[in-house]
């Protein structure tokens, strides 16, 4: 199969799918809402001769095309979510729902995979079984993690999993690749040291939690400077701290928010028993007691190595080395693929959205999909799903 004429069969379909994103794009959907999007792209996969599950996660579709004897099986995945901002492009097919936007390009992602699932099921040169994963609440809400705990894996087993996302600033019609940890883990914590008010007059009668909130954000400090390897990264944050409304009273408590980051599952881990320990030990020193609340938001994002390896082999193949980025440097961003490669084996990498035209970061009201991106994304999926089920 010569890649000139893969890339001319993608072509063919690629204009359909840009109205369809653009359809995506008109009417956005937030996290667990994606109603109409599952409907659009059940509607599709059945269509094309996918047998279609719904409802995994809420509105997660997956669909599933047997081919050949094969027994090995893939999984490709796209999210469906847009978020909560007020489009400010002014293109003709903004959104219609004020208030959501398609932001983050997560419309981009839906249609580049339905244009390579329609490739695919016409064209069938693989042999074995596709899953093509169509996940809610990417942004913020853990669909992935919800479509994983009620049985993703065991209802379409698969021998690897891969995801794309859009990145701005990228050359159009590029790739990018990271071997291991790709994206940071970020969590959330917050501190409550409680003690006892009393007269500032007086603070011998007190137990002063301000004092101990004050040393605790000092020693916080000390986490990233003496107990992570300087060869690893992680970011300990107090975003806030507050304690007492007057000059003249002691407070009886005092509150501290904190941003956590690591690019490993175990600094991640030293962080948290660190910040545990010295929340506690801080407080009991003050005469003071802490409580430590910590939720976990996505975890670090690792591509495995040998699919890594074997995308970034197809992607220059498709496209040459020069429009393949090799290990680029991590981004200290999130995402909940990570979830999902925790369980599989896998790769999740970058499309090139333009450095000119495309090149607004994620998240801002001024931000589009680049329809340019989206031959170069389809073919990928095609070529990698053909390479994979060999
Ligand atoms: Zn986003
Ligand atoms: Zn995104």
Redesign the pocket.
């Known amino acids: 199969m010569q890649m000139n004429a893969l890339r001319e069969e993608i072509a063919t379909i690629v204009p359909q799918m840009i109205e369809v994103r653009h359809h995506i794009h008109q009417h956005p959907e937030l996290a667990y809402e994606e109603h109409a999007t599952a409907d659009l792209v059940s509607a599709r996969l059945a269509e094309w001769g996918y047998a279609v599950h719904r409802g995994l996660g809420g509105t997660g579709v997956v669909g599933q095309l047997r081919h050949g004897s094969g027994t090995k099986s893939i999984g490709l995945r796209a999210d469906m979510d847009a978020?909560p901002i007020v489009e400010a492009t002014g293109l003709p097919y903004a959104s219609r729902h004020h208030g959501k936007m398609h932001a983050?390009g997560h419309d981009g992602h839906t249609a580049t995979l339905l244009a390579a699932a329609q490739h695919l099921a016409q064209t069938r040169r693989f042999d074995g079984t596709l899953n093509l994963i169509f996940q809610p609440a990417?942004?913020g809400g853990a669909g992935a993690k919800r479509m994983v705990e009620q049985g993703l894996f065991e209802l379409f087993p698969c021998d690897a999993i891969f995801a794309l996302h859009n990145a701005p600033g990228r050359p159009l019609g590029s790739l990018a690749f990271r071997s291991g940890a790709a994206l940071a883990s970020a969590d959330s914590v917050t501190i409550v040291i409680t003690g006892k008010g009393g007269h500032a007059a007086m603070p011998h009668f007190s137990r002063d939690p301000l004092v101990a909130g004050a040393s605790l954000v000092m020693a916080l400090q000390t986490i990233v400077s003496r107990n992570v390897n300087p060869l690893d990264t992680a970011v300990v944050t107090v975003g806030a701290f507050q304690s007492g409304v007057a000059n003249n009273v002691i407070p009886a408590s005092a509150r501290l928010e904190l941003s956590v980051r690591a690019l490993s599952r175990e600094v991640r881990l030293l962080l948290k028993k660190r910040i545990h320990a010295l929340a506690d030990a801080q407080a009991r020193s003050f005469d003071c007691s802490a409580e430590v609340d910590w939720r976990d938001g996505y975890p670090v994002l690792v591509n495995t190595p040998d699919e890594t390896a074997f995308a970034a082999q197809v992607a220059i193949e498709l496209l040459g080395a020069d429009k393949v980025e090799i290990d680029p440097p991590p981004v200290t961003g999130s995402e909940d693929f990570a979830f999902m490669l925790e369980h599989r084996p896998g790769c999740y990498l970058f499309l090139g959205n333009g450095d000119g035209e495309g090149s607004c970061m994620?998240?801002n009201p001024g931000y589009d999909f680049n329809d340019g991106a989206m031959e170069t994304g389809a073919a990928f999926w095609s070529l990698l799903t053909e390479r994979f089920l060999k």
Do not use: Q, R, T
């Open positions: 978020l983050c990417e942004e994620v998240h």
